[in-house]
């Protein structure tokens, strides 16, 4: 597709849908909305728009439709894998003055937002309504808009599931400026194809999500965290099946090897608990029960000593496990603090995690690199950062496409896929075909061109039309 630019007939017209200032085209200013927070070079766009309302939203996208101008649409660009990244230029849509929460439904317990909506407010403010928003993403700076066209995880995924099973209505406008609700705050809903759920995980590729209706639980308040380190990696990872396989569910199972745990130290300045472990398990329990909390522990206490830990530490009161949970979550943040890094996202089934913990070291050995291993190992999603360290940027380049290969092939051989949580972008495009058959693919080519007939929106991620 051969798209136009952004000419100063095209600001002109912009500048009729949204107030000046929301129209940002001077390159430093420009800067931040050229990359996200994988490794791909920053792509400036040729001019930003911070939209304020749905029609905005819609008018934008059909004069860029009329032109032919590609149109990205973008949260808190905190994406892992580039889907964010203006490749062709064009339009950026910022969602960032689109951050209202528009209402809280407590007799229907959902709640509706705007898409800027950080992950981070969303979750203080429901937790306020005694309300949970389970999806719990590392990276509470994700949008909303964000985590549902990434269909993001993060550390609840165990017990609660991942974005999907909480996104109940969305109102999108697609590519062609027809503004739709799809879904709805019906809790059942069997009428017809159900394109919500196209919407959610495309990548932004099929539609611009201007609001969402999402689902809330009763907030559990009581809850304790294990942290428990062991002598090797086997035993940590295959502990986490047997703690499932015992009918044990809590919301947070993660994986942590030794180099995450001293990456960690590094970046908070602190130390953790028995640093000295080679792998460690993090639990989470949670109940509105003292009792059962207790039980919980003890049960899974004694499955992780059963599975040779080497001790088991438990955490009860909100600032130590806030301390633990900050060191989990700021691996990927405190990798990138010592220089570039390729985070890959491969899930398995949970029962296939030691051997791909076990295969992703033998790779890293083979092409002699380093690598951290964590992750939601509860639900079989493991994160490794490869580290560039030392490495020049010929060897970087040379090694990283056949190591990427080897572990996607790993995953896929483990009947696992090549992403669990971060999508395919356009860091893990050249390997989609190893993870979809051709059949899958050309339909989801078909579906994008009934949605973007003339491939305007966001191309060039997940595959190329051809
Ligand atoms: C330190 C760190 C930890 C992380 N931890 C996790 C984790 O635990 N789990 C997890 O799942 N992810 C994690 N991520 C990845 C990232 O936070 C998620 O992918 C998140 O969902 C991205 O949200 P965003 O608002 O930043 O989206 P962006 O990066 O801005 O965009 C992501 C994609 O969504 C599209 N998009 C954005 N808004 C809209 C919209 N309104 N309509 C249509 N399309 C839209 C973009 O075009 C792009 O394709 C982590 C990232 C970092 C840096």
């Not at 394109?195 to 932004?204: Q, S, V, Y």
């Not at 640093?275 to 499955?303: F, S």
């Not at 092939?409 to 992403?419: E, Y």
């Amino acid at each position: 597709m051969k798209y136009r630019k952004v000419n100063e007939r095209v600001l002109k017209q912009l500048a009729a849908i949204v107030e000046p200032n929301d129209i940002l085209s001077d390159r430093e200013r420009i800067l931040d909305y050229a990359s996200d927070e994988s490794s791909i070079e920053p792509h400036y766009p040729e001019v930003v728009v911070r939209t304020n309302t749905t029609e905005e939203v819609s008018k934008i996208l059909r004069l860029a439709n009329q032109e032919l101008i590609p149109v990205t649409p973008r949260g808190g660009g905190t994406g892992l894998c580039g889907g964010a990244v203006p490749i062709y230029g064009g339009i950026l849509i910022s969602f960032e003055k689109m951050n209202q929460i528009l209402e809280l439904d407590a007799e229907n317990l959902m709640i509706t937002v705007e898409p800027g909506v950080f992950v981070l407010d969303l979750h203080t403010y429901v937790e306020e309504h005694d309300l949970l928003y389970p999806p719990d993403p590392g990276q509470k700076l994700g949008t909303i808009g964000g985590n549902i066209s990434t269909n993001a995880g993060g550390m609840r995924g165990v017990k609660y599931g991942v974005t999907r099973d909480f996104v109940q209505g969305l109102e999108v406008v697609l590519p062609t400026s027809e503004i739709i609700d799809l879904g709805g705050k019906t809790v059942k809903n069997s009428t017809g194809y159900s394109l919500i759920d196209l919407i959610i995980g495309a990548e932004g590729t099929l539609g611009v999500i201007t609001k969402a209706i999402l689902r809330l639980v009763p907030l559990s308040k009581l809850s304790s965290t294990l942290y428990v380190p062991y002598k090797n990696l086997q035993d940590a990872s295959s502990t986490v099946s047997k703690i499932i396989q015992n009918k044990i569910i809590p919301p947070a199972i993660e994986f942590v090897d030794q180099s995450s745990i001293l990456v960690a130290e590094r970046y908070l300045k602190r130390s953790m608990p028995r640093n000295d472990a080679p792998a460690y398990v993090l639990i989470r329990i949670e109940d509105k029960d003292e009792t059962q909390i207790n039980a919980d522990i003890e049960a899974v206490g004694e499955i992780c000593l059963e599975n040779n830990a080497l001790d088991v530490l438990v955490a009860d009161t909100r600032g130590k496990q806030e301390e633990i949970w900050e060191g989990r979550s700021c691996i990927i943040d405190a990798a990138k603090a010592e220089g570039l890094v390729e985070v890959v996202d491969c899930v398995v089934p949970r029962a296939s995690i030691p051997a791909l913990i076990k295969g992703l070291n033998d790779i890293a050995k083979k092409y002699g690199v380093e690598c951290q291993n964590f992750g939601h190992a509860g639900d079989g999603n493991v994160h490794t950062n490869i580290l560039k360290k030392t490495m020049n940027d010929d060897e970087w380049n040379n090694k990283i496409p056949h190591l990427l290969l080897d572990i996607y092939t790993l995953s896929v051989s483990l009947h696992g896929t090549i992403s669990g949580e971060h999508g395919i972008g356009l860091t893990r495009k050249q390997y989609f075909p190893m993870a979809r058959d051709e059949k899958q693919i050309e339909l989801m080519k078909e579906i994008k061109r009934v949605f973007d007939p003339n491939n305007i929106l966001n191309p060039g991620k997940i595959f190329d039309l051809d």
